[in-house]
């Protein structure tokens, strides 16, 4: 009886097994390569087919199975470059690439594939950083965050603080370099506008009190310059009735006239030249003030080109391959 079971189970075996060899292999059809290698004028880049970015150095050769149309190739520093990809499967295609350099580095998509991230902010070591309300960082934050709009607001251990608006894309990193208080050279440039450095450095009751006096005394000086010439051309038109003058009577009258209108002339003088030298020491004293270091002193921040100088410790090296979906 155990013979019979063992022979009938060898038996069943002999009948199925030519089956399931033949399901294993009409299930698994052979695969199809495409091999790519690129040379180009960089260390290492990303090579992106369909949706999907490798990680490459210069000379090595990527495979796939899945049919492409277009190549991109995407290099720190780099125009991005595209080609279009028709081969037939099995053949190694070469390319030679010559990539130029990119004059507008905020457009390349290389920072976002290298790092992850899609938002830089850049501030002064001791400054907060607040998105949305939430605390962020000091001094530095990095990080990939959905596209959209996000209120940013940097503030200082002293209480002053900025708040400007940010807008992510996915495909491309946003830098932000700002601080709470300008450096020393744009307070400079802004102290020659009334009231402007002083605006900037969070002193706006100071800084409009400076425009309305620079305003007003422009203003009063116009006025007053007005007044000084037609007070000098009466002084003139009875200088020359004067000297018309027929009779002794008439002419010790338009002396008497000359002599007032020569008194009103030097008096309305004398008042533009008070007003307009108020004007120049208002100013004056607007660059002095505007150039005074601010509540806590100016910001100095080391500026940074993300695109060239920073670089993130992703863990990717030339000559290794990495896989990225944008």
């Known amino acids: ?7 009938s189970l060898l038996f069943v075996l002999m009948i199925l097994l030519p089956g399931v060899v033949f399901a294993t292999d009409i299930s698994k059809p052979d695969t199809v390569v495409y091999q790519l290698i690129i040379h180009a004028n960089a260390d290492s880049f990303f090579v992106g087919l369909n949706d999907r970015y490798h990680y490459i150095a210069s000379g090595d050769t990527l495979e796939f199975t899945e049919r492409i149309a277009r190549v991109t190739i995407i290099a720190r520093g780099r125009k991005e470059t595209a080609f279009s990809y028709s081969r037939a499967p099995g053949l190694v295609q070469t390319y030679n ?5 990119e004059n507008r580095p905020r457009r390349s998509r290389y920072m976002v594939l290298k790092t992850g991230d899609n938002v830089v902010i850049h501030t002064a070591p001791h400054t907060r950083i607040l998105i949305d309300g939430e605390y962020a960082g000091t001094g530095m934050y990095r990080s990939a965050k959905p596209a959209g709009h996000y209120r940013v607001k ?19 990193l946003t830098y932000l370099p700002k601080t709470v208080n300008s450096d020393r050279k744009t307070i400079m440039a802004l102290s020659l506008l009334p009231g402007a450095a002083q ?32 007070s000098r051309t009466e ?30 002339v030097n008096r309305n003088v004398m008042v533009r030249n008070f007003v307009a030298g108020a004007v120049v020491l208002v100013y004056a004293y607007n660059i ?36 990225r979906k944008l």
């Open 97 to 101: 690439l010559w990539l130029e350099h």
């Open 154 to 172: 940097l503030v200082n251990p002293n209480g002053l603080s900025r708040s400007m608006n940010l807008k992510l894309r996915n495909d491309r």
């Open 1 to 7: 009886m155990m013979f019979l079971r063992g022979h």
């Open 235 to 264: 002084f003139r038109e009875i200088r020359e009735l004067y000297r018309m003058a027929g009779s002794d009577n008439t002419a010790f009258e338009l002396g008497e006239k000359m002599d007032e209108a020569a008194s009103v």
């Open 199 to 230: 605006f900037q450095k969070h002193q706006p009751l100071k800084g409009m009190s400076f425009q309305l006096a620079f305003i007003a005394g422009l203003t009063g000086s116009y006025l007053l310059n007005q007044k000084y010439l037609d």
């Open 288 to 323: 002095w003030d505007g150039n005074r270091p601010p509540r806590g002193g100016f910001e100095q921040i080391n500026r940074i080109n993300p695109w060239v100088d920073y670089q993130a410790d992703t863990g990717m090296k030339a000559g290794l391959t990495y896989t």
